[in-house]
């Protein structure tokens, strides 16, 4: 049942989601489909007293690998047998980020609680938010109910069709991350920098 939420209970969870998203150690696998591809990651996320480290692994071809840490960006490249390493700049967020201030956002859509259910394993607290007009884009998230994470997010159009989707199929949380699970799977000697 999708309740209509006050602006302040929308605004909570939406804040903790944040919070939870730079300020959580786990390591999962998730899965993106958009349009008819899919793809299959496995996420390790350390936030330490350093900053945030994180390591992604795609689990579905050669074994590309990408490392952000300390504001560098590391791409491992098996399949060219390259490493590509950039500064930081400003990437698509992990999870996507949402306005936390949702009075402003009333003559553009609408945020409702719906029910909780299982994500991974976890309770989660759904958070609707659906266009008024036929012209935006919908969002239903999937909020880990105890930690804030998000854990699943659909992205629909106007008539509700699903364009695109994100769900972990496990996540494990822990106090602190390994530092062996952040590093390469490959040394990179024989790669061309």
């Known amino acids: 049942v999708v309740v209509l939420a006050d602006n302040a209970a929308v605004e909570a969870w939406l804040q903790k989601m944040h919070q939870a998203a730079h300020m959580s150690n786990y390591v999962g696998k998730f899965v993106y489909q958009q349009d008819n591809q899919l793809s299959l990651m496995r996420i390790i996320h350390a936030a330490t007293k350093d900053g945030e480290h994180e390591r992604l692994i795609s689990l579905d071809d050669i074994g590309r690998e990408i490392i952000r840490s300390e504001g560098i960006v590391t791409c491992i490249l098996p399949d060219s047998k390259s490493v590509v390493v950039e500064k930081g700049r400003p990437i698509q967020q992990f999870p996507p980020k949402f306005p936390m201030k949702v009075e402003k956002l009333k003559d553009y859509y609408r945020f409702a609680l719906d029910n909780q259910e299982k994500v991974a394993g976890r309770t989660a607290q759904k958070i609707v938010i659906a266009p008024n007009d036929q012209f935006r884009y919908g969002h239903n998230l999937w909020v880990d109910k105890e930690t804030g994470l998000l854990l699943k997010t659909h ?36 790669y061309t920098w």
């Open 155 to 190: 992205l629909v159009d106007g008539r509700g069709n699903l364009l695109e989707q994100f769900m972990f199929t496990e996540i494990e949380f822990m106090q602190s991350v390994p530092d062996d699970l952040l590093k390469p799977r490959i040394t990179g000697d024989a």
